[in-house]
Every structure is written in C-alpha cells, then in structure tokens.
C-alpha cells in the first residue's frame, strides 16, 4: 500500500492545503479535478474525472484529503471516497494553534494563525480558515466553514454545512444551525434558526 495522499480538488483551496500537507512532512501523489481543471496544482500532477479514484485505489493508494470549498460537495465527495475504501485524513497547519482537548473528526482542514481553544470540538470535514479563533467548548458540525479572521466565543455551536464569511464574529453561549450562509463582517448577538442567509450587524436574515 501507498502512504501517499490522493487530494480531491485542483483549485485554489486545494492549493492551500497541498502546501499545509507539506507542512506536515505529508507527500502528495495526485489531485483528482474535473474537466476543467488545469495540468499541475501546485506541482502535483492533475488527474481529470472522479472515476481517477478508483484506478488510484486499485494501485494502492488509501489516503484522501478533500480539498473542495463547497460544503456540500465536499460532503458528498468524501462519502464517495470513503465508499471506495479510502481513509479520511487531516490538513493541519503546524502554524495553527489547538488544545490538546480539542477534538477532530476527519478530513478536517485547519489553516495557518488559527487558533482552536479547550475542549472545543470540529466534526470532519470542516474547515477553520486562516487565522480564526474558536474558543472554549464551541461546536463546530460537519463540513461547516469558518471563513479567515472569525471569531467565535465560547460555547458556540454551528451545524452541518454551515458557512461564517470572512471577519464574522459571534459571541458567547449562540447557536447557528445548519444550512446557514452568514456574511462577511456580521455580528451574531442572537441565535439563527432555520436555514438561510443572514448578515449585518447585528446579524438578521437576508429574505425568507
């Protein structure tokens, strides 16, 4: 069997976290794109077409990184890799600070500056982007998306495919539930119900 990764993506977050696998003393074998994609992602060679995992699985390797900014597709596309028999593995940042209480599912992905503090838990394949801060005992669901430079204070649960655009804040003890897209910039103060998008300071829903 090969210890190589198997990244699924070939855009810019893809680029990203190749370069934290590498960090991590990990090496990249091959990216799986779609049609589009171009030659080369960051030096590691493109394979175009998810039908590329399985010849990839039946040549031995087992490891896969989805490198998919689209929560939901990147959901479907891990259940896809799993399907096959492939193992989830993790892209942490060794410039990325967590608690060792913190914990993880798989397929997490955490950037450079961030900061994740006790007892906080991030389900798989979510995403703490650069520089975000999770503090004590937060929530974070499945394939959610901290976008760069949240902030979350304590005790702060976000569901399952969530999205927090860059330089959003929520406070203490709020909850946002799944499906929410939450603008850059916006203020939680209250909890968000229901799915939806919501912006502003503080931070109401968009439209129904």
Known sequence: MKDEIVVVGAGGHAKVCIEILREMGETVAYCVGDANALDRCVGVPVLRGDENLM????????????????????????????????????????????????????????????????????????????????????DIGRAVHIA??????????????????????????????????????SVVIDDLLGSGTFVGVPARRLNK
């Open 55 to 138: 010849s990839l699985y039946a040549a031995g390797y087992r490891r896969v990184f989805v490198a998919i900014g689209s929560n939901r597709l990147r959901n479907s596309l891990a259940t896809s890799a799993i399907d096959i028999g492939y193992k989830l593995t993790n892209a942490i940042h060794p410039k990325a600070i967590l608690s060792p209480t913190v914990r993880c599912g798989e397929g997490v992905a955490v950037m450079a500056g961030a900061v994740i503090n006790a007892e906080s838990t991030i389900d798989s394949l979510a995403i703490i982007n650069t520089g975000a801060t999770i503090d004590h005992d937060c």
């Open 148 to 185: 760069p430079q949240c902030v979350l204070a304590g005790n702060v649960k976000v569901g399952a495919f969530s999205f927090l655009g860059i330089g959003s804040k929520v406070i203490p003890e709020r909850t946002i539930a799944e499906n929410i897209n939450l603008g850059a910039g």
